[in-house]
């Protein structure tokens, strides 16, 4: 169980265009949905955080016109890098809430499998 | 905010051994601890977790310590075999109960076992 898709898995796109990612939680309702960026050989750094029908809390120093993150159910969550540079560039993971799937009933997240964008 | 220093960055053992990971925090408010194994390409997978009511956690050949008054946790893997190689990342977070927590993130620790 706590399964969570993305889609695509890769994508290669030309400088200016906009590309969309979605993250699935394949068999559990999210409460709370994460989007991540990592460069190689780097840590993950958390983008922004959303919750079902609301707007997303973006982290400082991350565009929310240029992430545009879409959460229209509690098992889909959508990013959008929008007039990609090739310094968006990067692999980006989501993950999903599961309440109640940790420790003592605490909450876990469980990382989808991640995006890896190129942009030319 | 919190802090998290990992070490090493890289780790290289041979089958059969043994390998350790270490982490500090910063921030004593934190209550959560998870650790998460990336392989080449893929999303991170949370391999264990410990809170901070407790010391000392095993699932099989991995185990997670948990020192709350020097502030670092540890991550023990035992007869380590080739399919241990990934990188490993260890977190620390607050969790206030009835929502999510967000966890900050150790640098990774390159774990290459020799067969």
Same mark, same amino acid.
């Given at each position: !169980? ?7 898995? @890769? ?12 993250? @699935? ?88 499998? !991640?995006? @890896?964008?190129?942009?030319? | 905010?919190? %802090? ?5 960055? /890289? ?19 934190? %209550?959560?601890? +998870? ?29 997670? /310590?948990?020192?709350? /008054? ?7 893997? /035992?007869?380590?075999? +080739? ?19 967000? +966890? ?10 020799? +067969?």
């Amino acid at each position: !169980g706590a399964v969570v898709s993305q889609h695509p898995s @890769r994508v290669i796109c030309k400088s200016g265009t906009s590309v969309k990612i979605e993250c @699935r939680s394949l068999d559990f309702q999210a409460t709370t949905m994460f989007w991540y960026r990592q460069f190689p050989k780097q840590s993950l750094m958390l983008m922004a955080t959303s919750n079902e029908g609301s707007k997303a809390t973006y982290e400082q120093g991350v565009e929310k016109d240029k992430f545009l993150i879409n959460h229209a159910s509690l098992t889909l969550s959508t990013l959008t890098v929008t007039s990609a540079h090739p310094e968006d560039s990067s692999f980006y993971i989501c993950s999903a809430s599961l309440a109640g799937g940790g420790p003592d009933g605490t909450d876990t997240q469980y990382f989808g499998p !991640g995006t @890896r964008l190129t942009v030319l | 905010g919190e %802090n998290v220093e990992q070490h090493p960055s /890289t780790l290289s053992v041979q089958e059969g051994d043994s390998a350790v990971i270490k982490c500090t925090y910063s921030d004593s408010a934190s %209550n959560y601890f +998870p650790w998460y194994k990336q392989e080449l390409g893929k999303g991170p997978q949370l391999i264990i977790d410990i809170r901070s009511n407790v010391g000392e956690k095993k699932d099989q050949r991995i185990a997670v /310590t948990l020192n709350k /008054t020097a502030k670092h946790f540890s991550l023990h893997i /035992t007869e380590t075999q +080739p399919e241990d190689s990934a990188v490993y990342f260890c977190a620390a977070s607050i969790f206030f109960g009835g929502g999510s927590y967000i +966890p900050t993130f150790g640098r990774g620790t390159s774990l290459i076992v020799h +067969p």
